[in-house]
């Protein structure tokens, strides 16, 4: 015998439930939400080690051959520090949206290219 489907038979038959935004979204809520500020706090302190790392070890490379090179390597050195800043930047970004409060360091390409031209 046949018969009229109800609604959540013909969700489920057509696949309906796997586009259903309250279902993922619960679904996410239920196993992202708890875990989501650590997630960020991480992304943030990812932020601060490659700001960290390029202050102390590359900053004092990047000062030498800026003094070696010349115009040209200073402004590929400058390009390729603001590059990084907003990927770093980008991520405190996404870390705070997820939760996270970790303390943001200073960036290093503010420090070397924005408050050094200030002075």
């Not at 700001?51 to 004092?60: D, E, L, R, T």
């Not at 603001?82 to 200073?106: N, W």
Request: hydrophobic share 40%; glycine share 14%; charged share 10%.
């Amino acid at each position: 015998m046949i018969r009229e489907l109800n609604v959540v038979e013909l969700n489920t038959v057509a696949g309906g439930q796997l586009f259903d935004g309250s279902y993922w979204a619960n679904t996410l809520n239920l196993f992202i939400a708890p875990i989501a500020p650590g997630i960020g706090n991480l992304l943030i302190g990812t932020s601060n080690v490659i700001n960290s790392a390029q202050q102390s070890i590359f900053g004092s490379v990047g000062s030498l051959l800026d003094g070696l090179g010349g115009p040209l390597l200073r402004l590929a050195h400058q390009f390729n520090d603001y590059v990084i800043y907003q990927a770093t930047k980008g991520l405190v970004q996404l870390g705070q949206s997820l939760g996270g409060t970790a303390t943001v360091g200073s960036y290093h390409y503010e420090n070397e290219w924005v408050n050094y031209s200030q002075a």
